[in-house]
Nanobody, 126 residues
Framework: QVQLVESGGGLVQAGGSLRLSCAAS????????MGWFRQAPGKEREFVAA????????AYADSVKGRFTISRDNAKNTLYLQMNSLKPDDTAVYYC???????????????????WGQGTQVTVSS
């Protein structure tokens, strides 16, 4: 079992920046790819970004490419999402998730994420 706790959300003006963190605890000795997802009111959950266990591979939704950066520090069991040039459309609850992997460079499909955090609210005002 892995427990995930997000932090760093808040209220920011359009054009501003936030850095989300996700602290993992529990069975962190296993290899996990990590991802960020978000869900806005009345909308389906959507993929934001993912990073392989090794950190060598990343993927981003088209809507955040060039503005968001995913990273991880395996020594600290922490995942990050640096969000710059924020837009009102980025307003959502942001969730981190973990997927066990066998190959360090693997980026999982959404259904392969087994563990999810409780989420942190990000609100971008216009």
């Amino acid at each position: 079992q892995v427990q995930l706790v997000e932090s760093g959300g808040g209220l920011v003006q359009a054009g501003g920046s936030l850095r989300l963190s996700c602290a993992a605890s529990g069975r962190t000795s296993s290899r996990y790819a990590m991802g960020w997802f978000r869900q806005a009111p009345g909308k389906e959950r959507e993929f934001v970004a993912a990073i392989s266990w090794s950190g060598g591979n990343t993927a981003y939704a088209d809507s955040v490419k060039g503005r968001f950066t995913i990273s991880r520090d395996n020594a600290k069991n922490t995942l990050y999402l640096q969000m710059n040039s924020l837009k009102p459309d980025d307003t959502a609850v942001y969730y981190c998730a973990a997927a066990p992997v066998f190959v360090p460079g693997t980026l999982p499909r959404e259904y392969e994420y087994d563990y999810w955090g409780q989420g942190t609210q990000v609100t971008v005002s216009s």
